[in-house]
């Protein structure tokens, strides 16, 4: 079963201090003005970092992507952690994406915060998490602060949620990694988003969304939902 609707009630994400960022660019001389170095960069068709986007390979991109997105399928019917159950393995066909969109792969910067916070889970606990920050992203339907929560091995991902989770892609939310580059630099591909293994098997216990990470746009990337 998906997460009780009634989880996803309140506001979705806003800006935070991603407007401050923003209206900083009015000011090009003054103090404000400096931090907006630390606004995100779009980065065009590669998710790689220190990249010129000019001698970027479209073609490569897809080509990766591709070959990503067959491992992903590998994993799920032939490795010992897969989330489905035998019976589903034989059904399984292959996860579905939506089609991959180089406008949702950004490079931005991580706001170090080492804190917890309290998230919600699929099974209706609530636990602290440990984060690694914030970052700022500027998504067509607007730019918004993330929460970045470290998982296992202390790799760094974002669970949100958008307005196609419920219809085209898993209810609760999906997640997607935060790749470290030099410094505070990482990149984030969001046609590299995926479910949950809450979505394949409801026993499991995931972490949903906290509010700042609810989108009330959609983010038309990644993996849609499972059926």
């Not at 059904?91 to 969109?101: E, L, N, P, W």
């Not at 991580?110 to 889970?121: M, N, Q």
């Not at 970045?148 to 202390?154: A, H, S, Y």
């Not at 219809?167 to 609760?172: I, R």
Request: charged residues 25%; aromatic residues 10%; proline residues 9%.
């Amino acid at each position: 079963m998906p997460p009780d609707p009634e989880l996803w009630e309140g506001e979705p994400a806003n800006p935070g201090s991603c407007a401050i960022l923003a209206m900083s660019s009015a000011k090009p001389h003054s103090q404000a003005a400096h931090r907006q170095v630390r606004s995100p960069l779009p980065l065009a068709l590669y998710p790689a970092l220190l990249r010129d986007v000019n001698t970027v390979d479209p073609f490569r991109y897809t080509a990766e992507l591709a070959k990503w997105r067959i491992e992903r399928d590998e994993f799920f019917v032939g490795h010992y952690a897969t989330p489905l159950s035998d019976d589903a393995i034989e059904r399984f066909t292959g996860i579905r994406y939506f089609d991959q969109d180089p406008r949702l792969v950004f490079e931005t910067l991580l706001e170090s915060a080492d804190i917890r916070i309290a998230i919600e889970s699929s099974t209706g606990n609530t636990s602290e998490y440990p984060t690694a920050g914030t970052v700022c992203v500027p998504f067509v339907g607007g730019t918004v602060e993330l929460h970045v929560l470290r998982g296992e091995d202390d790799d760094l991902f974002i669970p949100f949620r958008d307005a196609t989770s419920g219809d085209t892609s898993y209810s609760g939310g999906r997640y997607v990694a935060v790749q470290r580059g030099d410094g505070d630099a990482v990149t984030i591909d969001f046609n590299k988003a995926i479910n949950p293994y809450c979505a394949y098997d409801p026993d499991f216990s995931c972490p949903l969304p906290p509010a700042e990470n609810r989108l009330s746009f959609s983010v038309a990337a990644g993996e849609m939902d499972y059926r």
